[in-house]
């Protein structure tokens, strides 16, 4: 790759309630990162702009960081938007299990995996942190299918060996036969032909404390340790998951997870809705961050999760689709969820009662600036990568949307602000016409 320019109107946010806007250049070097930003009206900006390799947007559209979705379980992708009637634990053994064991055979898993990444892509999500299954002949193919297509990918393969709650066709057969698969994979990934620069990455994936015993945990806390890979579980995901867990273990699944050693820098902790103060403390300490998945929530996890106090608490915290327990890949939909949730957890729920009754928690409400930093800039910081702004120093991914596609009708006088809140409700599939990652360009499916 050359060193390239890109011109035009540049929206990005480096902390909560804070967003800039403006006409500007960026020069990428071959290595994908952002060496230069120069506002215009300056002459460096007049250089840049009249360079041969110089990409100017046209005026309607809007530059911003790649989006960075937290949870996605990639093998439930045939099923997004089914069954979402049902309580989790039964949703999983009469839906989700049986699909994930077809991921056996690694042909029906290639054909899956090619069009998830591909849809996710062209929903501008630069990074993903994956859920694949126990398979890994199957699991290599995701993270195959994301080095072909371009996506900075995050492929955990999954350990899960408690008989108890784990059918007996899907399952290890032991902690040891899961431990070496897992050790296994990340080295497999790691040396997959064009992973020289480490664009997908293998993370250990215990699926949640229910389906692995004690000493599957302990094992893959040792070889976190070990290695240095990423976590990713679920963590206090609905009643149900959070009372088993405190039931077998006498505590959270915050702090069964530190005791394990896989509550570590990075360490993502999908859902999270039952955590209290001593787990956010535990979180925060520990440089793990919580994915919100606000949809996926609203169907299994029987609350709303305190958004309000992980940010200000300063948890690190992006968001997640969770397909299929979210039924959508966009993460765009995800953010405007969690406005939404957020301003239903202030108010409270039950028309029947007067305001002072219906349960409401002052002070709860997200709004449309964090939820922008969550879905950018709060991801990659989640993830521990150098992305998620426009800025120098950090890597060149980026979503280029049309201002006037869908519902969306941007202006030239827009604010910062305004930009946002508009991008927020209105952005999706349909509005994004552009995306990089790592500096490459991305042929989208629609360029099909």
Not at 297 to 304: D, I, L, Q
Not at 404 to 415: I, V
């Amino acid at each position: 790759m050359s060193e390239f320019v890109v011109c035009g109107r540049l929206l990005d946010t480096l902390a909560l309630r804070e967003a800039t806007a403006e006409v500007a250049a960026l020069r990428i070097d071959a290595e994908g990162v952002i060496v230069e930003r120069a506002p215009d009206g300056t002459d460096a900006f007049d250089a840049l702009r009249l360079r041969d390799d110089a990409i100017v947007l046209p005026p309607d559209h809007v530059l911003i960081a790649g989006l960075s979705d937290l949870h996605i379980h990639a093998p439930q992708w045939p099923q997004a938007g089914q069954a979402l009637d049902r309580p989790l634990e039964d949703w999983l053994g009469a839906y989700t299990f049986p699909l994930e064991a077809r991921y056996a055979d690694p042909a029906f898993a290639k054909a899956v995996y090619a069009d998830l990444v591909l849809s996710l892509l062209a929903c501008g999500t630069t990074s993903a942190l994956y859920f694949s299954t126990i398979h890994e002949e199957a699991s290599l193919e995701l993270a195959r299918a994301c080095l072909a297509h371009g996506q900075r990918g995050f492929v955990g393969l999954v350990a899960m060996d408690d008989p108890g709650l784990c059918p007996p066709d899907y399952r290890h057969a032991s902690a040891r036969e899961a431990l070496d698969a897992t050790r296994r994979f990340i080295a497999a990934v790691r040396a997959l032909p064009g992973n020289d620069r480490g664009l997908v990455q293998p993370v250990i994936t215990p699926r949640f404390i229910p389906a692995c015993s004690d000493a599957l945990l302990e094992g893959l806390g040792a070889l976190a340790r070990e290695t240095g890979v990423r976590v990713q579980t679920h963590a206090s995901e609905s009643d149900w998951a959070h009372q088993h867990v405190i039931e077998r273990l006498g505590c959270t699944d915050s702090e069964a997870l530190d005791r394990f050693g896989l509550l570590r820098p990075h360490t993502v902790l999908a859902h999270a809705n039952f955590i209290d103060r001593d787990d956010r403390d535990r979180i925060r300490a520990r440089d793990a961050a919580v994915a919100h998945c606000p949809i996926s929530n609203a169907y299994f996890a029987n609350s709303v999760l305190p958004l309000r106090e992980i940010l200000d608490e300063g948890v690190r915290c992006g968001l997640g689709t969770d397909i299929a327990g979210g039924y959508t890949p966009s993460i765009f939909e995800n953010a405007r969820q969690a406005v939404t949730s957020s301003r239903l957890r202030e108010s409270g729920v039950d028309a029947g009662k007067p305001p002072a009754l219906r349960g409401g928690v002052a002070g709860a409400r997200v709004d449309f600036l964090e939820a922008f930093y969550l879905a950018t800039r709060g991801g990659a910081e989640a993830l521990g990568v150098s992305a998620g702004a426009l800025r120098p120093g950090m890597m060149f991914d980026a979503v280029a949307i049309a201002g006037r596609r869908g519902h969306l009708r941007l202006q030239d006088d827009d604010t910062a602000a305004t930009l946002v809140q508009k991008i927020v409700c209105h952005a999706g599939r349909e509005t994004i016409v552009r995306v990089w990652v790592d500096g490459r360009a991305i042929k989208l499916k629609s360029d099909e």
